[in-house]
């Protein structure tokens, strides 16, 4: 597969996609870099706005398996996990997997189990693992985790500690949309639900290639050095109690690669950066006296990119 070959495959799943959402261009292109980067996304906003659509449409464009879990506050780890059930026949003691052991995970209002429940998936997200009574059994390639959560709402809810918001490459948001849209969705879903007839148009050995093409993709000294003053500079604000740590740093750049590649690239850009900071980094600045609040945190990124230099390289011939 060649960097033009992810580009078309990128296409045909925006596409198919857009069979179902109504605009929502942009943050599509985010969800496909998260997608070929490898990385998990967390789809915010209030209900109704289309986020666990979106999620199924991605998720039957491609052919892997998928699994839905909606996180309620009696929730158990090994819901999602599996357990080890004893089986009187044998006398031994047999594993029975849980909906983590898919290919795409939908996490559905993620933020109403509780935070025992919700540490179930570090290990998975992180890891791509599941260890249990001592064993440890791998998850299959691709795997991609799909959070949904209303910030509104808080009562019953358990706010995701900073560790496991970092295991998020992106933070998104869907808002509402335009008056045009809105037409078009209520035509578009007048007869009957698009998403019950949509078949998969890419297959998981693609997805699978796509993804190792990432790495490969060039990030120059320049673009290297924009990244880190970027997330240094978040640290440097008086009112921010926890910057943009390594870990972080890290997902900027693999996910301006992801980026660049279905822009049909094989190298970064600033602009890439600059596209991604906000959904990438805001999720991962914590302002005082502001936990949970992405507002602030979000005019820190602005400010962050304002006050960065942007760096310049000589034209690619």
Do not use: W
Request: with cysteine; charged share 20%.
């Amino acid at each position: 597969m060649q960097t033009k070959d992810v580009a078309q495959f990128a296409e045909k799943i925006r596409q198919n996609i857009a069979k179902v959402i109504i605009g929502k261009q942009d943050v599509i292109q985010i969800l496909l870099a998260a997608l070929i980067a490898k990385g998990h996304v967390l789809l915010e906003d209030v209900p109704g706005t289309g986020k666990t659509v979106l999620a199924r449409s991605l998720a039957k464009s491609v052919d892997c398996n998928f699994a839905r879990i909606q996180f309620t506050p009696d929730l158990m780890p090994s819901d999602i996990t599996g357990i080890s059930v004893y089986q009187p026949a044998t006398g031994e003691f047999a594993f029975r997997a849980g909906p983590v052991f898919t290919n795409i995970l939908l996490a559905d209002e993620i933020n109403r189990a509780t935070p025992r429940t919700q540490s179930a998936l570090l290990e998975c997200m992180e890891e791509r693992q599941v260890t249990d009574s001592g064993v440890t059994r791998t998850l299959d390639a691709p795997f991609l985790v799909i959070a949904t959560q209303n910030p509104v709402e808080i009562q019953g809810t358990f706010a995701l500690p900073e560790a496991q918001l970092d295991r998020f490459i992106v933070r998104l948001h869907m808002g509402y949309p335009t008056g045009k849209e809105s037409v078009s969705i209520l035509s578009r879903f007048l007869a009957d639900d698009p998403i019950a007839t949509l078949q998969a148009v890419v297959t998981r050995d693609e997805l699978i290639e796509a993804q190792s093409m990432c790495p490969r993709v060039t990030v120059s000294e320049p673009v290297l050095g924009y990244i880190a003053a970027l997330c240094e500079k978040t640290r440097a604000f008086e009112q921010v109690q926890l910057g943009v740590s390594p870990r972080g740093m890290l997902a900027l750049m693999r996910a301006s690669q992801a980026l660049a590649l279905i822009c049909g690239r094989d190298f970064v850009t600033p602009d890439d950066i600059k596209a991604l900071a906000i959904p990438v980094l805001t999720h991962r600045v914590i302002v005082r006296g502001m936990y949970g609040k992405g507002g602030m945190a979000q005019e820190i990124i602005q400010e962050t990119l304002k006050s960065v230099p942007v760096p310049t390289e000589e034209p690619r011939r």
